[in-house]
């Protein structure tokens, strides 16, 4: 096996490596060994297994597939059934968060209720819902009505398009790249892509795009303002992260997944008092609620709970032996880890139908039980204290400090009610561009070498960097997410976030909350009078794995984003599709893709482009 240091840059991590090599465990990074090397075909995307003629493999040697398909068509409808997977993953999570709306307002649960009323009224009124002397439950039953309608067939665009500016609407209509509804886009592409029908590379690639902007302008985006209106627009505030948060003396109850629905009960469970008193009775001191991945970060963003770490961290964070219950909800859960639990006292519970777990305890989580339901799995998590074994308890290093929080209300709240003064920053030069750094680990790379590095470098450029997802964890553990990492920012920046308190690196949320991203672009773009693709701003996924993460890094290149990936999508084998995602989209929609592995490379490249759109916006460099 591969050196432990060489698979990650956390002192936390390599002590759990060593010690699930000590105990016999194995981990994803054994795992990527016995896989390793893969499939060469596989790797450049030019299998196809999408009818029984085949599966078939194209080369140089054999460029056909039985049907006919060349290397560009098996490409590009490959790479857009990935998106298309990355998308519904989304939009499924965004259109559970409507339904819990429904219960809400058909009086099926007291358990959820609309939290922020101000952001549901101004929902509604920005997607053309009379606001005006309604009852609250009124106006929420139209969002309702009205985000359900976005899933379907009979609309010309999804509702939050109110949002884009007009040239950039002009430019997708021109393509007919619009996202009309989100099924609707993923149905279509299935369709497309079965055997006989796109067979035009290009052509396929705009759906992809369609259906990924379905995703970020409709299923994530409404996944993340539908989560603010029940639980609470995320405002400024400090938490810990790193898995130092794990409490010998507690009951541990990690929460992984994505959806707050179910992680807010079970936050609400842990602190009731009989469940408490059962803790203490057993001899805990108390029940200690983190998170993982990104419904860990919807719990820090809106309640400070801190986080144990991100996608590579969920095997490791079980090794230290002290977690009573893993409680999961649905994406980027490893099957691994019901294995895992199962060396350990700890239980592993799934909540979703959609999402189970051979060899898990499962609870169908519902809107009208979810906290009888959460009290019952919290109730699992407390009698599991009495079986842990404390030799083979732990727990390495103290928690990092971090501050989260930044939702763009609170952003525009913190500059004073509008985003005046960061356009003026902007302006002026202080802050010269802004990066999302968002998505996952990969354990083909070294655990968020990249995510920090890359945040790292920008910073100091005077380049704002907002992160979401993964790399949450990975910039607060390297401690870019408190104020005082100013003193690692140039001096324009350091400069703004010194007045504000602020960090150089903000917390914008979990995945579906990239479209908090996108929606400040398009503010930012609107209050300049110009398209998305003029501002000086950039996304990143240095470190990503997922279907999900190629359907933000498309919409996000679709909006007009330029938008860097670490390692490239499986579409080598394409020179059309290849073309097409590194210099082809520019003239299309204004951003491309690029491909850098280097992170001092790929910010000198983020630096040039701001400079470029900095210049042709008038504002010197
Ligand atoms: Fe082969 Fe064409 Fe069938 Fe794909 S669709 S498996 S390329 S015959
Ligand atoms: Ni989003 Fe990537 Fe984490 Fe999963 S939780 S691992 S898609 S960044
Ligand atoms: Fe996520």
Redesign the pocket.
């Known amino acids: 096996p591969r050196p432990v240091e060489e698979l990650t840059i956390w002192d936390d991590a390599k002590a759990m490596l060593r010690k699930a090599r000590a105990e016999g465990i194995q981990t994803v990074h054994d795992r990527l060994d016995r896989q390793t090397p893969h499939c060469k075909f596989c790797e450049l995307g030019t299998t196809c297994r999408n009818c029984t003629m085949g599966p078939c493999r194209v080369s140089e040697k054999n460029p056909l597939g039985v049907c006919g398909a060349d290397a560009d068509v098996i490409v590009a409808r490959n790479f857009g059934r990935f998106v298309t997977g990355g998308a519904a993953g989304h939009s499924d999570h965004g259109r559970d968060l409507i339904e819990v709306l429904e219960a809400i307002v058909e009086g099926e649960t007291k358990d959820y209720r609309i939290t922020d009323e101000n952001k549901l009224r101004a929902i509604a009124a920005e997607i053309g819902i009379e606001t005006d002397g309604r009852p609250v439950m009124d106006v929420a039953r139209d969002v309702m009505e009205c985000f359900f309608a976005d899933f379907g067939s009979r609309r010309k665009e999804v509702s939050f398009l109110a949002r884009v500016p007009q040239v950039r609407k002009d430019k997708w209509a021109g393509l007919k790249m619009t996202p009309r509804g989100v099924d609707r886009e993923i149905a279509e592409m299935m369709h497309r892509t079965h055997m006989g029908c796109d067979n035009d590379a290009p052509n396929t690639l705009i759906h992809a795009a369609r259906t990924a902007l379905a995703d970020g302008w409709g299923g994530s985006m409404i996944g993340t303002e539908l989560s603010d209106v029940i639980f609470g627009v995320p405002t400024p505030k400090m938490s810990t992260a790193n898995l130092g948060v794990i409490k010998a003396d507690k009951v541990n109850l990690l929460v992984h997944g ?1 959806n707050p629905v179910v992680s807010e009960m079970i936050l609400a469970a842990a602190r009731e008092p009989e469940l408490l008193a059962r803790a203490r009775e057993l001899g805990a001191t108390g029940i200690n609620v983190a998170g993982l ?2 419904t860990g970060n919807e719990l820090l963003m809106r309640q400070g709970i801190p986080m144990a770490g ?2 590579l961290m969920t095997e490791l964070a079980i090794i230290t032996g002290a977690v009573e219950a893993i409680v999961v909800d649905y ?2 859960i490893m099957p691994s880890l019901v294995q895992i639990s199962g060396c350990y006292h700890t239980k592993f519970i799934d909540t979703a139908n959609k999402a189970r777990f051979t060899g898990a305890i499962h609870f169908d989580f519902q809107p009208r039980t979810a906290m009888k339901q959460a009290r019952e799995i919290v109730s699992i998590a407390v009698e599991a204290f009495a079986r842990r074994d404390p030799g083979r308890v732990d727990i390495p290093g103290e928690p990092v400090e971090i501050m989260t929080g930044f939702s763009n209300e609170a952003v525009t709240a913190a500059l004073g009610g509008s985003l005046d003064p960061l356009v003026q920053a902007i302006a002026s030069g202080d802050i010269r561009g802004a990066v999302g750094i ?4 990969n354990p083909k790379i070294k655990q968020d070498s990249m995510n920090v590095k890359l945040a790292e470098e920008l910073i100091k450029k005077d380049i704002l960097v907002l992160v979401t ?2 790399v949450t964890t990975a910039a607060g553990k390297a401690g870019l997410l408190v104020p005082d990492a100013i003193e690692k920012a140039g001096p324009g920046l350091k400069k703004v976030c010194g007045a504000l308190g602020i960090p150089p690196v903000l917390h914008y949320g979990s ?1 579906v909350d990239n479209a908090r991203i996108l929606q400040l672009c398009a503010a930012l773009a609107n209050a300049l009078n110009v398209d998305i693709s003029d501002l000086p701003v950039g996304a990143s996924s240095p470190e ?3 279907e ?2 190629a359907a933000i890094g498309l919409y996000a290149v679709a909006s007009g984003i330029y938008t860097h990936l670490g390692h490239p999508p499986n579409i080598l084998g394409s020179e059309t599709v290849t073309n097409l995602a590194v210099s082809g989209l520019e003239d299309l929609v204004g951003a491309t893709f690029f491909i850098e592995g280097d992170m001092v490379k790929a910010a000198d490249m983020f630096d040039e482009r701001i400079k470029t759109k900095r210049k042709a916006l008038g504002l010197g460099e």
């Open positions: 994505h991945c990104c991100n996608h994406q980027c968002v998505g996952c680990n997802g993964c995945c990503w794995y997922s999900k993460a």
